[in-house]
């Protein structure tokens, strides 16, 4: 990271007040913050690790100032820091298109329910599917420690799902309004405080003794990819229909993943609480995953810009979930 000094400078802005920060630098420090990123990303885009590391870091850090409530003076709403995320958006992007295979979005059906085939088709066929990260090393093989270091990763999703289901029910109606309002209910629990996901979720840093501080400092970089990826779609409107796709597949994959933890979880005899929230989430997947495709994916997917866009965020899933599951593998001769 000490490659890209841009990193940890941006980082010490974000407890300075949006005016004040935007007051304190001038136009040409601000573009030669434009210039350190855009660097930044055109490493990134070449493979270089440490830059995709500090692209995504970064990239999560300026996301937490609207994800999170500070707990003193932000720099939230600041201009230049405005700047800066436009330009990680606009790379991450980017390079979540190039990784599409050419065409395939050309070749989704045009009839609703077909199209809805056609995406779980395309889901069975993608490497992603029972990846042997969950079906082999989790299930069989992975220890305390690894599991521990596992659900760190996840957090990034798993940890604030509620939120970004918030965030992108923004602006809907009807039958997809309703379905992502009780989506969320389920997310709060019914009502019932100790069934919140998030809170059910967070037992299992109490079990492992997570920090905050360890949970930033662990995360790779395709994870802090897949939960800016959750994030960047959600909160902007134009991108509702790839979030749609985005988040449907998620709760699609979830159960069977979820199968093979809680199998890992037994095997290894952890603690009871920390396995509350997979357990549950094995069969509410599944309704979420089919209330989501049945009302929301097949009204929106009446429309060829709708279908598009579907498509497009739930191969984003289909392919930073496969990236990041591969790297979580710890010996690559098995697969
Ligand atoms: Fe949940
Ligand atoms: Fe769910």
């Known amino acids: 990271m000490d490659a890209y000094p841009v990193v940890a400078e941006v980082s010490s802005f974000l407890g300075t007040p949006a005016d004040e920060l935007d007051a304190s630098l001038g136009a040409e420090k601000r573009a030669a913050l434009r210039t350190a990123v855009g660097e930044l990303n055109a490493k990134a885009a070449t493979g270089d690790p440490a830059a995709f590391y500090g692209q995504q870091l970064l990239l999560s850090r300026l996301y937490g100032l609207s994800m999170q409530l500070p707990e003193g003076p932000s720099a939230e709403g600041s201009l230049a820091l405005q700047e800066v995320l436009r330009l990680l958006e606009q790379a991450t992007m980017a390079a979540e298109d190039a990784m599409l295979e ?6 989704a059906p045009a009839e609703p329910a077909a199209f809805l085939s056609w995406l779980k088709k395309s889901a069975r066929a993608h490497r992603v599917y029972k990846h042997p990260y969950y079906r082999e090393f989790i299930r069989d093989r992975a220890t305390a420690d690894d599991l521990r270091n596992y659900v760190i990763q996840e957090s990034v ?7 970004l289901l918030a965030l992108m029910q923004v602006g809907t109606g009807g039958a997809a309004k309703l379905e992502i309002a009780g989506n969320f209910w389920d997310e709060m629990g019914n009502g019932e405080p100790a069934e919140v996901h998030t809170h059910l979720f967070n037992q299992i840093f109490r079990v492992f003794d997570i920090s905050a501080e360890e949970m930033e400092r662990s995360l790779t970089a ?3 990819l897949s939960g800016n990826l959750a994030v960047l779609l959600c909160r902007y409107r134009h991108l ?4 749609v796709g985005f988040l449907g597949m998620t709760e699609w994959l979830a159960p069977d993943r979820f199968v093979q933890v809680v199998h890992a979880w037994e095997r290894l005899g952890l603690p009871d609480v920390g396995i509350v929230y997979h357990k549950l989430h094995i069969t509410i997947d599944s309704r979420h995953a089919a209330g989501w495709f049945h009302n929301v994916v ?3 997917a009446e429309s060829e810009r709708m279908r598009r866009a579907i498509a497009r965020g739930t191969l984003w899933r289909l392919n930073s979930s496969a990236r990041y599951l591969d790297e979580r593998m710890p010996d690559p001769a098995v697969h």
């Open 102 to 107: 050419p065409g395939i979005l050309d070749a």
């Open 157 to 163: 999703v798993d940890g604030r799902f509620d939120d």
């Open 222 to 224: 395709n994870a802090l």
């Open 240 to 243: 509702y229909a790839e979030a």
């Open 298 to 300: 097949v009204p929106a």
